[in-house]
């Protein structure tokens, strides 16, 4: 019996991280793991070795929905002219500063 | 050499000669993400050897004024017989099975072993086990899970196990057997005696024995023991991983990066 090498048989996951205190978990690349645990073990050995985070989520990469590349004249190509739609049509008081 | 700093050579021999083995699987491993963990724990343990030896260095030079020896010399010029590393750390690697259950082995003893040398009366070692215990804490459950993943994986996983217990059991009491080295460091305050280790080391690989559906140790087993790392007599495998570390030094002496 000739066994698979462990990238056929082991999920990918997606491993997100976050890099400090007060930021959002990124997306910092793709793993095999058997399982959840060993996949934010192996996204600790690969990804945090150069103190990288301080917290890791890992998401089976099956899981994921992504959209249609084939789609994206449908899906983002319209908001290209509705230049209204950004906040850039308002007279902002003097005294406000930090906007 | 004094006593006390054999004994600080003992930590630094386990850390360095288990992290070169260690180190000889790094491009080899099964899987990227394994090669990367199993490389991490190498270079976790050789600098900790780095500091160990370090240590026992600046004893050295202390004591014998007009000598100059280095954490280098310590480690790369010295024989088989100066090193004093037990049997365990340096058999060598066989399967994925047998490395994982020597590193499980070794890092349940030295996690225990540092619990208590972090209240060691001497400074320096106990700075140095405050620092490594966080690294050795991880090695522990990365090699845990390992044992249980293959313990009660599929039939070869569990049949590799049981083999690689088997290749291992004859190393395991020497952990235990206190070094003269030992008992000056228990009697200074620097060091503990490692028998009493024995009971709680047992437990907890049982305990994770049990979870990997794999037979529990049983501590009366009393193997061959003309063999023993802390007195400096080794297995002949420790001669190859020698000429192979050593060589750069040996061939080129004092060269660097």
Redesign the interface.
Known sequence: MEAKPPAENWPLWEVFIRARQGLDHKHAGSLYAADAQMAIENARDVYTRRNEGISIWVVESKNIQASNPAESDTFYDPANDKVYRHPSFYHLPDEVKNI | MDLLSTYILHQADNALIMGHRNSEWTGHG?????D??LS?IALDLIGQSRNFYQLAASRLNEFAPGESVSEDDLAYLRDVNEFRNFILTEQVNGDWAKTILRQFYFSTYQFLLYKELVKSEYPEIAAICEKSIKETRYHL??SS?WVI?LGDGTL?SHTRMMEAIKLLNPWISELFIPADFEYEAAATGAGILPDGLKEEWFHQVNKVFEISTLPALTSEKKPMQILSGKKGVHSEQLGYLLAEMQFLQRAYPGSTW
Request: without cysteine; glycine residues 0%; hydrophobic residues 40%.
């Open positions: 099964p899987i990227l993400e394994q990367i963990a991490n459950k990365w899970e993943r070869e």
